[in-house]
C-alpha cells in the first residue's frame, strides 16, 4: 500500500470529512495515532448521495486487492422483489453506521489507517470501505434472526 497524502478538496467537503472524522472518534469507531509512527496510510472519500448526505469511506483498494474474497451470498434484488410482492407487513431498520458494530482485529488495524489534514486515524470497528464486510454483516443478521428468516423473513 502506498503513502500518499490526502486527496485536494474544497473547503466545503473539508468541513464535511472533519465532521464525519469528529464523530467516528465520539463513538470510538476511529482512534488517532502518533504522528511519528511509521505507517502505510490512504486517504479518506467523501461520498455524497443525492439528497445532499454524505458518508466517510478510505480508498482501501490495495488493500481489498489482497484481501481473500468472502463470497457468503447477499440477497439480490430480483429475489428479494418476489418476496417483497407477496408480503402482508414491510418494515424496515436503519442499518446505516451497523458495521461499525464489528471489531477490527488488532493486526488488521494498520491497514485500515486513513490520513486527514487534522493527523493520521486508525479504524477500532469496521467501516464501510473494507470489501469483505457486506458478505460478514449479512451471515451476521442471518445468524441473529435465524428463526425469523424460518418464518419466511426477509433479512
Same mark, same amino acid.
Given at each position: 500500500?502506498?503513502?500518499?497524502?490526502?486527496?485536494?478538496?474544497?473547503? =466545503?467537503?473539508?468541513?464535511?470529512? =472533519?465532521?464525519?472524522?469528529?464523530?467516528?472518534?465520539?463513538?470510538?469507531?476511529?482512534?488517532?495515532?502518533?504522528?511519528?509512527?511509521?505507517?502505510?496510510?490512504?486517504?479518506?472519500?467523501?461520498?455524497?448521495?443525492?439528497?445532499?448526505?454524505?458518508?466517510?469511506?478510505?480508498?482501501?483498494?490495495?488493500?481489498?486487492?489482497?484481501?481473500?474474497?468472502?463470497?457468503?451470498?447477499?440477497?439480490?434484488?430480483?429475489?428479494?422483489?418476489?418476496?417483497?410482492?407477496?408480503?402482508?407487513?414491510?418494515?424496515?431498520?436503519?442499518?446505516?453506521?451497523?458495521?461499525?458494530?464489528?471489531?477490527?482485529?488488532?493486526?488488521?488495524?494498520?491497514?485500515?489507517?486513513?490520513?486527514?489534514?487534522?493527523?493520521?486515524?486508525?479504524?477500532?470497528?469496521?467501516?464501510?470501505?473494507?470489501?469483505?464486510?457486506?458478505?460478514?454483516?449479512?451471515?451476521?443478521?442471518?445468524?441473529?434472526?435465524?428463526?425469523?428468516?424460518?418464518?419466511?423473513?426477509?433479512?
Amino acid at each position: 500500500m502506498l503513502r500518499r497524502p490526502p486527496y485536494p478538496e474544497s473547503l =466545503e467537503a473539508r468541513k464535511e470529512v =472533519e465532521k464525519h472524522i469528529n464523530e467516528l472518534l465520539d463513538m470510538d469507531v476511529i482512534r488517532k495515532i502518533a504522528q511519528n509512527e511509521i505507517v502505510e496510510v490512504t486517504t479518506p472519500v467523501l461520498i455524497t448521495w443525492h439528497d445532499g448526505k454524505s458518508r466517510l469511506c478510505g480508498d482501501l483498494r490495495p488493500p481489498n486487492n489482497y484481501t481473500k474474497a468472502d463470497r457468503y451470498p447477499i440477497p439480490r434484488i430480483p429475489h428479494a422483489k418476489d418476496k417483497l410482492e407477496k408480503a402482508r407487513y414491510i418494515t424496515k431498520m436503519d442499518c446505516m453506521k451497523c458495521f461499525h458494530h464489528n471489531g477490527v482485529k488488532q493486526n488488521s488495524m494498520k491497514l485500515l489507517r486513513i490520513i486527514f489534514y487534522m493527523g493520521i486515524y486508525e479504524s477500532t470497528r469496521v467501516l464501510f470501505h473494507i470489501k469483505n464486510e457486506p458478505g460478514h454483516f449479512q451471515r451476521m443478521m442471518e445468524t441473529t434472526f435465524q428463526e425469523e428468516i424460518l418464518e419466511g423473513w426477509m433479512v
